[in-house]
């Protein structure tokens, strides 16, 4: 409703529009005049007024101004970086310039993910899904456990961001990033230095096993060639290679020597490439072995021990070396002076066991040194493991020859913490104890020694094994589908298969299992697995200590004949794998085994002779039943017909390349070629046989096969 005044100016308002004879009196006059006037009066003090908060929203603004500045000028030089971004992950106009230094330039109306994650799709949408659900999840203490779980670091631009994530209303984020670049590369120095400790500290515990090391690991570069036998296949060769320097990278692992590691750990990857590489030739194998800088490996870590440890470490002045030679010498004397004085055997035999003891280690004492690894391997997994001895072996001296075997078993302990052993979340939700067990007995019988090696870890997935050898094209489904529980297990044993999907410096590279298996063999030995899925595995490594009779004793004291043994022990080991495993040929019986005279002896059709000298002078002599003979040649020679006039040529020559192999595998030591000397093979007649003493006896032993029999001499003829 209006006002008096408000009607009349109204109508005034009206009357001058309409008509110049509007009947306005002169009170209405003087009303409208004091209306006016108040209103002009209202209308002076709401411009007084208006003026006085202009003023005033003036310096307010002024104010908020100056603190924004403060507030973006303490934001840009706080080192970190802010941005934030709405549903849509787009990142907003507003930001500090910290992130346009870690993150890029002009990175408004960019995807967030798209910044921080250039070429990973993968983890883009991890982000983005991640955000999401912490975002629509109304319980806070959910919420914080899902933030809790986002990505903390990312590299972007060779820059490491470490990343708080903010939630602010209306849906949208606020990330703060932190550059951290520095402090990684302080962590990874501290680290290395760590390691370096790490390293020293075992080298100095266990110098022997450091200097053994190193002294096999220069050999083995220096005589790299003398691996490569030109009379096997490259592939042949190129799987006994791989499986020395996966042992090699083992025991150098072991001591913390990172760079013999890591280099050898590439030289497996090119190795590697060529298992797939159709018509490989030894040659191939020979230029990765000769482009291969390993001595320089090894003296980038012997520098670290030096520069810590000093020259003088290095200073063997302190150590009382024997050679070899010298020893064997005095037990052949010692051996003589036994069979010559029959009063003072005891006396003889005592002298002989204190040098074997001098001259060897026990086998509990070679194996003392994976306990402490197998917790180096599970601290560094952050797995929990029990304390643990080797139990028996301190009555088991171990030969020479014993010695590869020995270093293979360090893949038996590492695979049963890499891939055995839970880790404790696992173990706790399985309700199995925080800390796992790791067993290792040796059982010392009559014929052979046994070593269980024995994890309560995960065992072994028979189904998993069973689907990577139909990957690898090993074996087909139906074949898988006929084998035993027993036969599937043992599918761990063959070369390129693993049951780790990741190749790391650990594992991965399916050649562990298979190394110990060959170096096992190769002592006539045997190993077995036992595995129950989620409770454990064992295994069982039984080896021979007396050979097809009692008078040869690798492991024992007693030794009727020291020379003839060291030779003869892995000479026939070597024979009975290569006729079992290389070649598929059966032995029928128990090796009969005797020491006769020369007179004694009725060699077979075909022999074949080779001389060994350096730390022994005796000699191998090798025939064969012709139907051995000929089923050896028809291997090698693939099924191809023989002229009927060339067959007597060819029947030598595969005699003598036997006997090469079986006693060059057998005996040459690659690491040392001044060790043994073998001669070239050659062909000998039964009179051609001659010993310088016929009282002297002569160790023999027969393989009986199913082609026939093959006859292995050993002596000084």
């Known amino acids: 409703m209006q006002s008096k005044e408000e009607r009349l100016i109204q109508q005034y308002e009206d009357a001058l529009s309409a008509s110049d004879d509007a009947d306005f009196t002169s009170k209405d006059i003087q009303i409208l005049l004091k209306a006016y006037k108040r209103s002009f009066k209202q209308l002076n003090k709401i411009i007084k007024i208006s003026d006085k908060q202009q003023d005033e929203l003036k310096e307010i603004s002024e104010t908020l101004n100056d603190k924004t500045h403060k507030v973006r000028s303490l934001l840009d030089n706080a080192e970190q970086g802010f941005l934030s971004f709405g549903y849509d992950f787009i990142i907003d106009d507003e930001y500090s310039q910290e992130c346009e230094r870690?993150?890029?330039?002009?990175?408004?109306?960019?995807?967030i993910a798209d910044?921080?994650?250039v070429n990973d799709e993968t983890k883009k949408e991890f982000l983005k899904e991640a955000l999401l659900n912490v975002v629509n999840e109304e319980e806070k203490l959910i919420k914080d456990a899902m933030l809790s779980l986002l990505p903390k670091e990312v590299v972007v631009n060779r820059r490491a961001i470490k990343i708080d994530y903010k939630i602010l209303k209306n849906r949208t984020f606020m990330i703060v990033l932190t550059n951290i670049t520095k402090e990684k590369i302080l962590e990874k120095k501290i680290a290395k230095e760590q390691e370096i400790l790490k390293m020293i500290v075992i080298v100095v515990s266990d110098p022997v096993q450091f200097y053994e090391l190193?002294?096999?690991?220069?050999?083995f570069s220096k005589n790299r060639r003398l691996f490569i036998n030109q009379n096997l296949s490259a592939k042949v060769n190129l799987s006994e290679i791989y499986r020395d320097v996966h042992t090699f990278k083992?025991?150098?692992?072991?001591?913390?020597?990172?760079?013999?590691?890591k280099e050898l750990h590439n030289l497996e990857t090119k190795l590697s490439s060529l298992n797939t590489q159709e018509n490989l030739k030894n040659q191939d194998l020979l230029e990765i072995l000769d482009s291969a800088d390993m001595d320089g490996w090894l003296d980038k870590d012997l520098y670290v021990v030096q520069e810590i440890l000093g020259e003088e470490f290095f200073d063997k002045q302190h150590k009382l070396e024997v050679d070899d030679k010298f020893i064997f010498n005095i037990e052949d004397k010692i051996t003589y002076l036994l069979q010559a004085d029959n009063q003072h055997v005891n006396t003889y035999e005592d002298i002989l066991n204190e040098i074997n003891r001098a001259r060897g280690t026990t086998l509990n004492h070679a194996l003392s040194v994976y306990p402490k690894l197998c917790h180096e391997i599970a601290q560094s997994q952050e797995k929990q493991l029990a304390d643990f001895k080797i139990i028996g072996g301190e009555d088991i001296l171990t030969p020479i020859h014993f010695k590869p075997f020995i270093k293979s078993l360090i893949h038996l302990f590492r695979n049963a913490i890499d891939h055995g052993v839970e880790d404790l979340e696992t173990r706790l939700t399985l309700e199995k104890h925080e800390y796992a067990s790791i067993s290792c007995h040796i059982e010392n019988n009559k014929d052979n020694f046994k070593i269980i090696i024995a994890d309560d870890g995960r065992g072994i997935d028979v189904e998993m094994l069973k689907a990577k050898a139909m990957t690898a094209h090993l074996y087909s489904e139906f074949e898988l589908s006929n084998m035993s529980e027993t036969e599937l297990l043992e599918l761990i044993f063959l070369d390129n298969l693993s049951t780790n999907d990741e190749i790391t410096k650990l594992s991965g590279r399916g050649i562990g299992m298979g190394a110990v298996k060959a170096e096992i063999e190769k002592l006539s030995g045997k190993i077995?697995?036992?595995s129950t899925l989620g409770e454990g595995s064992k295994f069982i490594l039984q080896v021979p200590t007396s050979m097809y009779g009692e008078l040869i004793n690798i492991a024992s004291n007693h030794r009727d004949n020291i020379t003839i043994e060291y030779i003869l022990s892995p000479v026939v080991n070597r024979a009975t794998t290569y006729l079992?495993?290389?070649?598929?040929?059966n032995i029928k019986n128990k090796a009969e085994f005797s020491y006769v005279l020369i007179d004694e002896i009725k060699l077979k059709a075909y022999c074949s002779y080779i001389h060994i000298s350096g730390l022994v002078d005796v000699s191998v002599c090798i025939s064969y039943d012709q139907f051995l003979l000929d089923k050896l040649l028809n291997e090698f020679n693939q099924g191809h017909a023989i002229a009927d006039s060339d067959i007597a040529e060819f029947r030598e020559s595969i005699s003598k390349e036997v006997i090469n192999i079986i006693t060059g595998n057998a005996l040459f030591n690659p690491y040392d070629k001044t060790v043994l000397e073998i001669t070239t093979p050659s062909i000998i007649e039964h009179d051609e046989l001659i010993i310088h003493d016929m009282h002297q006896k002569i160790a023999h032993v027969?393989?009986?096969?199913?082609?026939?029999e093959m006859q292995i001499l050993v002596g000084r003829f």
Do not use: A, P, W
């Open 702 to 708: 027969i393989l009986d096969t199913e082609y026939g």
């Open 214 to 219: 190193k002294d096999d690991f220069e050999k």
């Open 250 to 261: 083992g025991s150098f692992s072991q001591l913390r020597m990172q760079n013999c590691v």
């Open 102 to 111: 870690l993150l890029g330039s002009d990175l408004e109306g960019k995807d």
């Open 115 to 117: 910044v921080l994650y």
């Open 580 to 585: 079992q495993s290389d070649m598929k040929i």
């Open 528 to 530: 077995s697995v036992e």
